[in-house]
């Protein structure tokens, strides 16, 4: 299938997905005069490939109705969180090309959520429950057995607001009482069965310190969350859809738009008073083949040494795919392909390394460099010869411009571009054979130059001065044409071969119940020294490149240095794995 590389974004009028013909219409009737959206990572890991997709959808839909979208830290779970996370979730989004109208804390608005659970132990919406987690359980019933109520449904709210107000003063241990919602225990939908909207933790908090022991749970949290921020469209992925009941009913009995008085805690914070009523829209998650992307799994990759750390370029983690080589606009285009749905699917990789291919190749400029270096000399140029050749910096875009590459009389060639007894249909380099020079002319071997094992360590070759570019026979015919690098002018680098970090397209399943750690692929990286022309060494960090015949390379973030350049291999020119699948 061939994308059209001149519109990667296409017309965003042409975007009728589900969510934004929600968005439209919305927009169209009046009911909302301006939208907003929030990404709501938990600060509990680093962002993944998957969470590519939540942020362009938030970031973007906002964009493209000219609403705002707010970068919100889910850290209400105090004992998962780090600030290391809150640092590189924050860097991820700016490096994706997003920018936050807002930067907020769900821990900033703990006391609304408290204020919002006292308003409904006065309705008469929630109980303190004294059942243990066992009981609990034992109370909910299944998905074919309705629950029961528990013993303390029917205290009366002086009783809840007096047990609610000393365990927010500590006085109960953990797991001790829990705040309940009084919904209905024979509902269908379990998440309505009194689920829990605070828990006893007596667990110092990275946002707030020592000063809660009580917190809140995900639903309550994050529904009015939502509401405080005067959220529009609260945008999540599909295994919250049986939540959204339970998100509507915190919601609408808290009505926090109706209730200013809750807000007040905001003003001390400086926060502005926003209320509104969200709407949550659930879309699929993003799943790919030959990756694994839940973060107890990459925490164990990265703990057991496996990989080097969260940013390893082999890690599908937004850190490590970026220093791998991925580009914004390749993560962008791979979520337009995908598109948005409510079908959950396990998508091939080839979708999204074929977005980094076809980004790269429209904007990467192309270098000569030579990995697996054989020595070619052409014996009819002077010893010192040197000159400097002009080529394109991309062979479909003028506008990226044009570089100086040195030529001269000894040159690397790749050794597998030469073979002493050339396999059928071989149309590189062989003795006596003709073979193009990219960009310099054509040569003819004439001799081959062996180490005392036999092994091939120099060719001799003669320049056809004709075929040389500006000359008549410039454009006569060879079969084949293959890239060098000048020996006296390229730069040593450090190049690390990355490939795929499992060996089977399902590490994560697999009818023989291994462990996926048992699929790691060995060969993941290679590193080889090979050489490359000076202008591809002088590139500043994170500059991609391809590397011509070989694949696209990107200068090594943290590592590289123009004196001593370090590459990283992004993607080959085509998937090698295609038939492996
Ligand atoms: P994980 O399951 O990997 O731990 P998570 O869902 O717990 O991820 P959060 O930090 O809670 O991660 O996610 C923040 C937002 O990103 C949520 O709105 C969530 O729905 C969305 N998100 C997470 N994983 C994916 C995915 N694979 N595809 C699309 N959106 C995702
Ligand atoms: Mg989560």
Not at 69 to 83: G, K, M, Q, V, W
Not at 418 to 439: D, I, N, Q, S, W
Request: glycine fraction near 8%; charged fraction near 25%.
């Amino acid at each position: 299938m061939s994308h059209p590389l001149s519109h990667p974004t296409p017309d965003l009028s042409a975007r009728t997905d589900f969510i934004r013909q929600i968005v439209r219409e919305d927009l169209a009737s009046g009911k909302h005069s301006a939208i907003r959206t929030r990404f709501p990572p938990e600060p509990n890991g680093y962002l993944h490939i998957g969470h590519a997709k939540a942020i362009c959808l938030d970031f973007g839909i906002a964009a493209e109705f000219g609403g705002r979208c707010n970068l919100r830290l889910d850290d209400t779970n105090p004992a998962r969180e780090d600030p290391e996370y809150v640092r590189a979730i924050q860097d991820d989004v700016r490096w994706l090309g997003f920018q936050w109208a807002s930067l907020r804390h769900a821990s900033d608005y703990f006391e609304v959520f408290y204020l919002a659970a006292e308003k409904l132990i006065r309705q008469g919406d929630a109980f303190v429950c004294d059942l243990s987690p066992e009981e609990v359980r034992a109370y909910r019933g299944s998905l074919t057995e309705p629950g029961r109520n528990s013993p303390y449904r029917e205290r009366s709210v002086e009783e809840n607001l007096d047990l609610f107000r000393r365990m927010r003063a500590g006085e109960f241990a953990d797991g001790a009482r829990t705040l309940r919602a009084k919904i209905d225990m024979a509902s269908g939908n379990i998440n309505l069965r009194d689920p829990a909207l605070y828990r006893i933790k007596h667990v110092p908090h990275q946002n707030t310190g020592d000063a809660w022991c009580i917190y809140p749970m995900y639903d309550f949290a994050h529904s009015l969350s939502d509401a405080i921020e005067g959220i529009t469209h609260s945008l999540c992925t599909l295994e919250f859809e049986d939540h959204r009941p339970l998100y509507d009913w915190c919601v609408d009995r808290v009505d926090l738009a109706g209730h200013p008085e809750l807000l007040q805690p905001l003003l001390a914070k400086g926060l502005p008073l926003e209320a509104g009523k969200p709407r949550q829209i659930e879309f699929s998650r993003l799943n790919f083949n030959w990756l694994v992307l839940s973060k107890r799994k990459l925490l164990q990759l990265v703990e057991a040494g496996h990989v080097d750390g969260w940013d390893d370029p082999r890690m599908p983690t937004l850190q490590g795919i970026r220093r791998r080589g991925y580009t914004p606009s390749a993560l962008k285009l791979m979520v337009e392909r995908v598109g948005v749905s409510k079908q959950n699917s396990l998508l091939d990789i080839a979708i999204l390394e074929g977005a980094l291919r076809d980004d790269l190749d429209a904007h990467a400029p192309r270098r000569l460099a030579v990995l697996d270096p054989l020595k070619l000399v052409l014996t009819n140029l002077a010893a010192g010869h040197e000159e400097m050749l002009t080529f394109p910096n991309h062979p479909k875009d003028a506008g990226l411009g044009e570089r100086a590459v040195p030529f001269a009389r000894e040159l690397w060639i790749e050794r597998e571009d030469f073979a002493e007894v050339p396999p059928p249909g071989f149309k590189r380099l062989t003795v006596g054979g003709e073979v193009r020079l990219r960009g310099a002319g054509i040569v003819r071997c004439d001799a081959v130059v062996k180490d005392a094992d036999g092994r091939v360590v120099e060719l001799h070759a003669t320049l056809d001065p004709d075929s040389r570019p500006g000359m008549p026979g410039a454009n006569r015919k060879v079969k084949g044409t293959i890239h060098w690098v000048s020996a006296r002018h390229a730069v040593a680098a450090q190049v690390r071969l990355y490939d795929r970090l499992f060996r089977v397209p399902d590490p994560d399943g697999g009818a023989d119940g291994r462990d996926f750690l048992a699929h790691l692929n060995p060969d993941s990286r290679r590193v080889v020294t090979g050489y490359v022309e000076p202008a591809a060494a002088q590139a500043a960090p994170e500059t991609s490149f391809q590397f011509e015949r070989l694949g696209y390379f990107v200068t090594d973030r943290h590592d590289h240095r123009p004196e001593a350049p370090v590459f990283n291999r992004s993607v080959t020119l085509r998937d090698t794995w295609a038939t492996q699948g």
